[in-house]
């Protein structure tokens, strides 16, 4: 059988693999501390969850507008044009998708042609790399510096641009970091994008998750119409809907009528009546967002203060998102070996840094948006682990 030579590139996801392995250890009875993936802890909010049973007793199990269900593309352009001022429309620049990877596919797709580069600065998600290769494009590592704490700076942008650049993709706040590109940071890479026609991808998908002390920037502070920007976030993390599969792109009418040709040939539409769900998320789920994550601050604030106490560990204080990223590297500089090793003997499923690039190595990833209860037993699991290796 003569199967499509382009996909040997492109790799299964090791964080989803690493799930898999987990299912399988916990269908032999194995219970185990699930810190691998990026879920978050608890129910989606309830009266999402109501209003979706009731929206399936009005017959809404046919396809909705491919766009997305109107009233919840008006809640997604309320919201960004009451906090920046913007004037987003409904119809023209919002685009719901089955979660915000495919919207981030389908942006991709959109922009890239043959052979066209796309910069990610590593550590980096790794769906990435892989969905730029999809797309037909090359991606192209710019890796931070471990020195300072991986901080995303200009300069890396500046030494990854060619003439075959097309576009950035940039994650803040990030995973697997934890880090927030500041403002003016932000700005600088704008102005890049702009004096080199090249396209600003960001995923923001954590901007509602960001811990006390720290602020978030969106590129809509940038540039009100989204002038080379694409911003795509969604409802998996800010309200714990992953399940749900419901993400949104905000981009430029020029952008998102391409983005709408691809989800017409594909999906056709997000699910119809979790849209109603959402609709109700951001109409009374507010509430919801803070608690969550007031509660995340608590697991990221006991986790750094334990991590401070031990030894040849080093924890780099998570700025916003779901994921504490922590320097094993005084232990072990096989970060896929050891997260084996920690999952086969001690019951926790953690992600090696190596899925992240290869300048992530000697990190492991961990959910930090889970039960207190597990990040007891991750701490107290650890510390034993460490003393023991
Ligand atoms: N972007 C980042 C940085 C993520 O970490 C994830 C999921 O882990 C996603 C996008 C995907 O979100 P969704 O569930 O909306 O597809």
Known sequence: MRTARKFDDIRRSPIIDIADSVRELEKRGVPIIKLETGEPHGTSPRAAIEAVRSALTRDTTHYSHSRGLPELRSCVCEYYNGLYDSALTPDRHVLITPGAKQALLYALMSLVEPGDEVIVPIPAWSSYIDMIRLAGGAPVVAATERARDFEVVPEIINAALSKKTKAIVLNSPSNPTGKIIRKAVLERIYKICLNHDI?????????????????????????????????????????????????????????????????????????????????????????FVQVQRRYYQGNRDRLVKECASMQHIRLLPPEGGLYAFIDISGISSDSRAWSLDFLKRFHVAVTPGIAFGDSAEGFIRVCIGTSGENITEFIKRFKACIGST
């Open 199 to 287: 396209v600003l991808i960001a995923d923001e998908i954590y901007d509602r998750l960001v811990f006390d002390g720290y602020g978030f920037a969106s590129v809509l502070s940038l540039s009100k119409d989204l002038a080379h920007c694409i911003l795509i976030n969604g409802f998996s993390k800010t309200f714990a809907m992953t399940g749900w599969r419901l993400g949104f792109t905000l981009a430029s009418p020029e952008i998102i009528d391409i983005m709408l040709k691809i989800q017409q040939n594909s999906a056709t539409c997000p699910t119809t009546f979790t849209q109603y769900g959402a609709i109700e998320a951001m109409r009374s789920g507010q509430e």
